[in-house]
């Protein structure tokens, strides 16, 4: 790597090293050296890309832990299991016709279920690694000044939006993560009022504003419970609707601090509206709960998770498999010997999977899948 001032002399000096004799590095390059001279074992060099390519903090955990070797020790005692499994299995068809039994066939297949069970347990407890591992996205929409900025606030903890009477404040969609009931979270986007566009830097903001809404995995749709008319919200909900049919659209009556008559709300906006106040935090936990249920399919990666490539799943279920068929095999057996040779074959085809998954054997192919998601050099 070479880090100069400007591009013209860095081109100059990349022009030299290669008339010269160099040749610039390829993707993941110097991730892949550490790999092929055993720096790394391949699960850790893929992780190299996935702490660049983490979208959040669920993610980027996830990337160090495997990086450290998090998915290496999980397998580890699968891996063990079916090691000493094989050795003893083909020891018997060593000593076949010895009369030498070198373990009971119960007594494998109880631990092989057992490896099985731990590698079925380790994927249930996994993530999927993916781009849309990132939080949910939860528009907050509505008029101007009925809260909005307020909500995402107190929702998130932190003082994100300015917030002001003065309505019309928020210009571009405001993001903010916050956290559900459960551990769970997602990004708040505070979107600009919506309302009769003047001007063309408010149309600019409520064109951005119904991109949010129709990007989100959830709307909070914001009505001031204060006020007396509520005329343009009803209309303006019907168009939230239409924005996005397949997001959950939960519907808030802020401000119940001040006067509000909520059973005349109710009966205009239906009995599902929830009353919160952003100032005094009244209904914001139900409302994180309400999210929290509403996002379980969507939700981000629990902190601490392991998240999982495809690939990597495919692995360690296979190996699983391998297992469980192996432990079949010898559970149905007098002797190891009568079947040890079947065995042998799932144990080798477990145990060739978890190395795989570590690259102790891999194929050119995996190895240029996985490296080509690197950025130069790296």
């Given amino acids: 790597e070479v880090h100069v001032r400007g591009e013209v002399v860095a081109s100059v000096i990349c022009s030299a090293l290669i008339a010269a004799g160099a040749r610039p590095a390829g993707p993941g390059e110097f991730t892949a050296r550490a790999f092929l001279n055993g720096r790394l074992d391949l699960a850790s060099a893929e992780a190299v890309a996935d702490v660049v390519d983490a979208e959040a903090d669920a993610q980027l955990r996830s990337a160090v832990g495997v990086l450290e070797g998090a ?34 066939p119960g007594e494998l297949a109880e631990k092989l279920r057992d490896a099985a069970g731990q590698l079925e347990a380790a994927l249930a407890a996994a993530g999927r690694w993916s781009p849309a591992s990132a939080e949910p996205r939860v528009a907050i929409a509505g008029r101007p ?8 606030n107190a929702l998130s903890g932190t003082d994100r939006a300015i917030v002001s009477a003065l309505a019309g404040t928020t210009r571009d969609v405001l993001t903010a993560p916050a956290a559900l009931s459960g551990g769970g979270e997602v990004l708040l986007l505070d979107a600009a009022g919506l309302d009769v566009a003047a001007d063309p830097l408010t149309r600019a903001a409520h064109s951005a504003a119904r991109d949010a809404v129709a990007s989100a995995d959830a709307v909070a749709f914001v009505i001031d419970a204060a006020q007396a008319e509520h005329d343009a919200e009803q209309a303006l909900l019907q168009e939230v609707r239409q924005l996005n049919r397949r997001a959950p659209l939960l519907l808030l009556a802020n401000k119940t601090d001040l006067p509000a008559d909520l059973a005349e709300l109710r009966h205009r906006f239906g009995p599902g509206l929830r009353p919160v106040s952003a100032l005094t935090g009244a209904g914001l936990e139900e409302l994180k709960a309400a999210l929290a ?51 042998a074959v799932e144990l080798r085809a477990g145990l060739a999977e978890l190395k795989e998954l570590t690259g102790e054997v891999v194929t050119e192919d995996v190895l240029e899948a996985i490296f080509s998601r690197f950025c130069i050099g790296k």
């Fill in 145 to 152: 000044n009925v809260g909005k900025s307020s909500l995402l």
């Fill in 71 to 104: 998915l290496a020790r999980l397998c580890r005692p699968a891996r063990e299991a079916l090691t000493e499994a094989l050795a003893l299995t083909e020891a018997s068809i060593d000593f076949a016709d010895e009369d030498i039994e070198l373990a009971p």
């Fill in 293 to 343: 249920g509403h996002l379980a399919d969507a939700s981000a990666p629990r902190p601490g998770q392991l998240l999982l490539h495809d690939r990597q799943r495919e692995q360690i279920s296979s190996a699983g498999a391998a297992a469980a068929r192996a432990a079949g095999l010898l559970a149905s057996a007098r002797q190891v010997a009568d079947v040890a040779e079947l065995a």
